[in-house]
């Protein structure tokens, strides 16, 4: 699978029209840019339209609200385009994920009793949340959490603290810059690695022909060379 992103529906609704309004051209920008650290993927809850188009920005204000506005309005083509373009796959976590977690894990925001299912996601694939800036919880960098383990057979239970990297805006993503380039290097690891991947994280460059054959010998000549 791809480097995944996790989509915050928990940061909507806005109190405001107008504050959707404004967010929604950046968080679309951000997103993208993030394909060039190998996110080409991100996870929604499956209570989402996966078409976004459904999905409630503010009170009596839709996606699909937005979305019509934008194409009538000139200077936003570019950024409908790139909505067009992201990829995104439901539910946030399949039953193999779960299976995994064994069922019996909750991650919460810190000093909130809630269990929120995207950060568990999010923790899940030691990934990046996507948040909108709705309210001032969801405007950190980094997001203190708490994470609880349930012992079902034992009756017993641990907690313990956990940060979510949470990228909301421009600025925080050069924030998480160093974290998104070494977590792309981890999937890189290797020159075939890096040719079999290139769609992922160089999807924009074309290649001459015999690029491929001389990228794929990297990894084995510095193999030779240690």
Not at 61 to 74: G, H, M, Q, T
Not at 75 to 100: I, N
Request: proline content about 3%.
């Amino acid at each position: 699978m791809s480097q995944v992103l996790v989509f915050n529906h928990h940061s909507l609704p806005f109190d405001s029209q107008t504050s959707a309004r404004a967010a929604i051209p950046e968080f679309i920008q951000v997103t993208l840019r993030c394909k060039c650290y190998g996110y080409n993927l991100m996870l929604l809850d499956e209570s989402m339209d996966p078409n976004w188009f459904q999905v409630q920005l503010a009170p009596g204000y839709a996606w699909r609200n937005w979305y019509d506005e934008a194409c009538n309005d000139s200077s936003l083509t570019e950024t409908v385009r790139a909505f067009r373009s992201l990829q995104t796959r439901q539910p946030l976590l399949t039953d193999v994920d779960l299976e995994k977690i064994g069922y019996c894990r909750e991650v919460g925001l810190k000093g909130e009793s809630a269990g929120l299912s995207a950060l568990l996601a999010c923790h899940f694939y030691t990934s990046f949340l996507i948040s909108l800036p709705s309210s001032e919880k969801w405007t950190n960098n980094e997001l203190q959490a708490w994470m609880l383990d349930v012992d079902e057979h034992k009756g017993d239970f641990s907690e313990t603290e956990v940060n979510i990297g949470n990228i909301f805006s421009s600025e925080s993503l050069v924030f998480h810059k160093r974290a998104l380039e070494n977590r792309r290097a981890e999937q890189l690891t290797t020159g075939k690695e890096l040719w079999s991947k290139r769609g992922e994280f160089f999807d924009s460059l074309e290649f001459i022909d015999d690029f491929g054959g001389a990228v794929e010998n990297l990894g084995a000549q510095s193999r030779h060379t240690h």
